[in-house]
């Protein structure tokens, strides 16, 4: 019986093992890859809302206080989203008639509410909780960057439990003085280290990585 | 040493992207237009209200969470609830958002209007005014709501021609038959366990069954009276007895009237060794034993209860006796008669039947169903569209307790206004509307018959307290408080001091020989009287003793099945008096010999088969001459009796290998279960089924053993049939600190918290199912399939936003509730401060009736658990296997004479 196929065939045999095997490789780096670009993690992206609000002219250039609208940010897992009626305490009297502010107008006229678009998003697997952290000393500007400078909010870094988990296990280098938790600019005094160290201490900071304290 | 790749690593670089390359959809922020005074959407706010079973409320406190009703807990301050619940309280969630309830009004199966309705009714009602009402009757179930009360009788003085019928499948007839023989008038028994140290049961299951269970259940086992029980069908009350005594419906009344000559009540029959035994044991207890007769029992066993109560010096000591708690109490089975024979005889000209369901539940013998056909104007109020609806001209949905207003009283007669937590989610219309629309008054809402009831009601409560009531603003104070509070102050039922006739037994004819084969029926142990038929939460629970769901058995006792060649799964035909029904047999350890005990409420459905078809008036509860022919079929038993077993290994006791002692910093959870306080009532299994998102399967997944609940309750029977004992023990995982399951897993998904959790993390299960492999406890519960209602928009408000909702190919099992410990947790440390003792409550410790279950902190020697394991014997669960388990169960003191 004559042989169906070439000595060459070997060869082609050896290249397409070859070539299957980077080719899986190179698929697997795809996916992790692709999981971590910030088109799945939504780094850097700022949505459009559908009020443009300037996080930049209120917190920054007012100077306004985090927890003015943020109100439960101490006392309840979620921060807090500011009612209509909030909004409307201020622009009620002043800019009371622009028209990018129509929306606000007429969600408060019609007790309706803002639908803004959540720029921090957590999986729905992730328990977070902001009165423990900001009870702790982790400061609005650690996760949230500095939203004085932003005129449209965007998630600066991704939020990915690598990140997380780099905070839980080393609190020394984010913590701050309680006082300084709703400040964007505070910088320690003298050696860093030395400071979150002495700060974990008079804290009673631990290193909370069980896995149940987040999943649940 | 630093391995080259390690695990996380591996995974971060490549599975994770491939399990997760989906992108997060983008989630809208809907804050409010103004904030509402309650604060944040995360916490919960707690409504005091009731739940109502046969006409009786036990009270509650309903967990709401951003306006949805997600968790019941038991009321503390309630005197029927003390904190716990039962069973069907928590199932009231899933009936809550339950598609499946009527949607709308509607006239011959068409949708219609309220108004068109109403003004029907005015139409209607007006032809009847002219002759003071003649024709028109009214059917309800047990009504203690006074406002509903108060509602009927002002609709009777306007129409005196027109008659008002009760009627509850499950009525307490006999109770009522047999108070008004002993006193001439109707009274209402209240059973004080706390006072008592000896009770005798005759077939009564008061620590599972009736209004005043969960109190009962409570009192009960904190004082541990001795209990004597002789019973048909093991029920949780007679697993907990002493002394048990399987013994058919006729044979237990034999017995009672044996017991009653042994106190002396009657000449002696014949001898009993066990009667005498018991009745000795009673007279040494004068004034601190309890006679309890089942609601089931014939009225004769009803008085013998009633004399020996009085004989043996109990009533107004242990038994006490109160002014009915209902509104107008009746002879139910009587008053239906009434109606049916009104219907006969073509009197009834106009029917308004508020809930039930007559056509299914009347006595087969009255065929409600062909009579009321013949009548001309019918209107039927329920929440679902069942088959009297279909009967009906107009149907009207009754809104959700959770959604309406009302009021009812409790076993003891205490009021709680029903408020409701939720604006109805499809049209319903309340008793009191449909009431207050009859009196011309269809624009009055609940809410505002409620108030004007409660205003005029409120003079005479503040005068029987000795103050007046001056101003609204008074009124409006006692009606928060009574919202607030969950119930009306000085509403309990005062006991009374009444002496029974005292010819009370002599008269009283013994019943004849036992008929070779009796048929009992029973409430169902999961949806009562088929009332809660299509709950899925109670339907799926494993019922009491026979672990069966989803359906119903004939159950039988091992000597009888023999007897007729019978095994369980075999499919029989019964007959009782012409009347038949296929059934498939169900072998039950303990039950009585010479007797079938049915439950019914099934066939509804499609699954479980018809009892009531069986049932006339004449044998509401029991009956001879039952005949029983094998039709040669079988049928699978959708019971998790076999489930889960732990591989016949030693349970208790096996020894404890020595191990080392958890971290002493930090908090180190621990539980203690107490197996002898545990009836197996099943409320702890639905209070965790509600808390922690768990899906039901279905019966076809259940008989292949799928069933998804992380807390089971096993239960054995162990020595001779006729003086079986048996053993309640509820496992859940039990959080070993030698944890099988963990070294087994292949991606880290269970692993164990400093605090001693064994955790399940779902995001990283990838479902191998080694660990429920390895687990000798088999806790571990796997998704074969989407169990969980992700879909139906209405479904994914039952959900509790606390624990993740588990999707397909993930293990799941007892987390010792972590969303409560996590919340405990951040209140303390928010303030400062340590976790303080009894701060966590787990779902199962908070519903359960009598208080078997405890979690604490072991690291705390303060804390009652600490100091429960110092001073008493305990055993954790197969112990032997080094497993170290972190709950661990009381070993039982037995009791011996």
Redesign the interface.
């Known amino acids: 019986m004559p042989q169906i196929l070439p000595p060459s065939a070997n060869l082609a045999v050896r290249l397409a093992l070859v070539g299957a095997v980077t080719a899986g490789a190179a698929l697997l780096w795809l996916f992790g890859a692709v999981d971590r670009s910030s088109w799945v993690t939504r780094a850097g992206a700022a949505p459009a809302q559908p009020v443009p609000f300037s996080h930049k002219l209120h917190a920054g250039g007012l100077g306004l206080d985090c927890r003015h609208c943020h109100t439960l940010v101490e006392t309840s897992p979620g921060a807090g989203m500011p009612a209509t009626k909030t909004c409307m305490h201020c622009h009620s009297q002043v800019f009371s008639d622009v028209p990018l502010l129509e929306p606000v107008r007429v969600a408060f006229e019609e007790d309706r509410s803002i639908e803004w678009v959540r720029v921090a998003d957590l999986p729905d697997f992730v328990y977070f909780d902001h009165s423990i952290h900001v009870r702790k000393g982790f400061a609005c500007v650690t996760c949230h960057g500095r939203v004085d400078q932003m005129p449209v909010v965007e998630q600066p870094v991704a939020l990915t439990m690598r990140w997380c988990l780099d905070c839980h296990r080393n609190p020394e280098r984010y913590v701050r003085p309680l006082e300084q938790v709703f400040s964007m600019s505070w910088e320690p005094e003298g050696d860093p280290a030395a400071v979150g160290a002495r700060l974990a201490r008079e804290l009673g900071l631990r290193r909370p990585t069980d896995c149940s304290f987040c999943h649940r | 040493m630093k391995r080259l790749l390690e695990r996380r690593e591996f995974i ?7 399990a ?2 989906t ?2 959809p ?10 509402p005074e309650a ?5 919960p706010l707690y409504f005091a209200t009731a739940t109502p079973l046969g006409g009786f409320g036990l009270g509650v406190l309903v967990k709401s969470l951003a306006g949805r009703p997600v968790k019941v807990e038991g009321n503390p301050e309630h005197p029927a609830s003390l904190g716990a619940t039962d069973a069907f309280a928590q199932s009231w969630l899933w009936s809550l958002y339950d598609p499946g309830r009527a949607q709308t009004i509607t006239y011959n199966g068409r949708p219609r209007a309220w108004a068109d309705f109403t003004e029907w009714l005015r139409r209607a009602l007006q032809e009847r005014r002219a002759r003071q009402g003649e024709g028109l009757h009214i059917l309800t179930q047990t009504v203690t709501s006074p406002t509903l009360a108060w509602q009927i009788s002002e609709l009777l003085d306007a129409f005196p021609a027109a008659r008002w019928h009760q009627y509850e499948p499950l009525s307490r007839d006999p109770a009522r038959q047999a108070a008004r023989r002993a006193f001439g008038r109707d009274l209402h028994t209240v059973y004080r366990f706390d006072r008592a140290e000896c009770v005798v049961s005759l077939d009564a299951d008061f620590l599972a069954q009736g209004a005043g269970s969960v109190r009962y259940a409570r009192d009960f086992m904190r004082k541990r009276p001795r209990l004597m029980a002789v019973e048909t069908m093991p029920s949780p009350t007679g697993s907990k007895a002493d002394e048990r005594r399987p013994a058919s419906p006729t044979e237990v009344e034999t017995f009672s009237f044996a017991l009653a000559a042994n106190v002396g009540l009657l000449p002696a029959a014949g001898p009993d060794d066990g009667a005498a035994r018991w009745a000795r044991e009673l007279m040494r207890h004068r004034g601190a034993s309890i006679v309890v007769a089942g609601d089931q029992q014939p009225p004769s066993v009803h008085l013998i209860a009633l004399a020996m109560n009085h004989r043996l010096g109990n009533l107004g000591r242990t038994v006490q006796l109160t002014e009915p708690v209902e509104a107008l109490p009746a002879l139910e089975l009587a008053s239906m008669g009434e109606l049916v024979r009104a219907m006969e005889g073509g009197d009834v000209e106009m029917l308004v039947m508020l809930g039930g369901d007559p056509v299914r539940d009347a006595p087969a013998d009255f065929d409600f169903g062909a009579h009321l056909r013949e009548v001309k104007l019918r209107v039927h109020a329920s929440h679902y569209f069942n088959d009297t609806s279909r009967l009906a001209d107009w149907h009207v949905p009754e809104p959700h307790p959770f959604e309406s207003w009302s009021d009812i009283r409790a076993f003891d007669g205490t009021v709680t206004i029903m408020q409701p937590l939720i604006a109805p989610l499809w049209e319903a219309k309340s008793f009191h509307e449909l009431l207050a629309a009859m009196r011309g008054r269809a624009d009055l809402s609940g809410y505002e018959l409620l108030r004007e009831y409660w205003r005029g009601r409120a003079y005479g409560l503040f005068l029987r307290a000795g103050r007046s009531l001056a101003s609204e603003e008074e009124f409006e104070a006692f009606w928060r408080r009574c919202l607030h509070d969950g119930f009306v102050a000085g509403t309990a039922a005062e006991p009374l001091a009444v002496e029974p006739r005292p010819d009370l037994v002599a008269l009283l004819e013994p019943p004849g020989r036992a008929a070779p084969l009796e048929i009992s029926f029973r409430p169902d142990a999961t949806i009562w009287d088929g009332r809660f038929a299509g709950n899925a939460w109670l339907e799926e629970l494993p019922k009491p003793i026979t672990k069966l769901t989803w359906e119903n058995a004939a159950c039988l006792s091992r000597a009888t099945a023999s007897r007729l060649g019978l095994a369980s799964s075999d499919v029989v035909e019964l007959r009782l008096d012409g009347r038949a029904v296929e059934a498939p047999v169900l072998v039950v350890p303990g039950h009585a010999d010479g007797a079938v005990t049915v439950t019914f409420g099934y066939g509804r459905q499609g699954t479980g088969f018809d009892a009531g078809r069986l049932r006339t008036s004449t044998s509401m509860f029991s009956s001879g001459g039952l005949e029983l022919r094998k039709v040669g079929r079988r049928h699978a038993l959708a019971t998790t009796q076999e489930h889960h077993r732990m591989e016949g290994r030693p349970l208790l006791g096996g020894g404890r290998p020595a191990g080392a002692r958890p971290p002493a910093d930090g908090y180190a959870w621990g539980m203690l279960i107490d197996p002898a306080a545990c009836t197996g009532c099943n409320a702890c299994v639905i209070a965790c089924v509600a808390e922690n998102n768990i899906p039901p399967v279905g019966p076809a997944e259940v008989l292949r053993g799928r069933e998804m609940h992380w807390l089971r309750i096993d239960t054995y029977a162990e020595g001779p049939e006729e003086a079986l004992e048996f053993v309640h023990l509820p496992v859940m995982c039990l959080h070993c600190e030698n944890a099988p399951c963990e070294p087994v897993c292949p991606t880290g998904a269970t ?1 164990h ?3 001693g ?1 064994n ?1 399940m ?4 299960c990838v479902g191998s199912r080694y660990c429920a492999n390895n687990c000798p406890y088999k806790v571990r519960r796997f998704n074969f399939y989407r169990y969980a209602d992700h879909g139906t928009a209405v479904r994914r408000m039952l959900y509790n936003p ?3 909702v588990r999707t397909r190919g993930v293990i799941e099992k007892c ?1 010792w509730c ?2 409560r ?2 919340a405990a947790r ?1 209140a303390a ?2 303030s400062g401060r340590r976790i303080r003792d009894g701060e966590i409550v787990t779902a199962c410790q908070g519903v359960c009736p009598s208080e078997a279950i405890l979690f604490g902190d072991l690291n705390d020697p303060e804390s009652r658990l600490s100091r429960l394991l110092a001073a008493r014997q305990t055993a954790g669960l197969l112990e032997q296997l080094g497993t170290r388990p972190r709950t661990r169960y009381l070993v039982r003191e037995r009791r011996d004479g």
């Not at chain 2, 604060?39 to 916490?43: N, Q, R, Y």
């Open positions: 971060l670089s490549a599975l994770a992207g491939a997760a390359c992108r997060q983008r989630e809208p922020i809907v804050p409010w237009g103004a904030s604060g944040a959407p995360e916490e692993v918290s400093a605090e959790l955790e993390i779902y995001n990283r606390e624990v993740t987390t972590v969303q410990i996590s951040i440390a928010r």
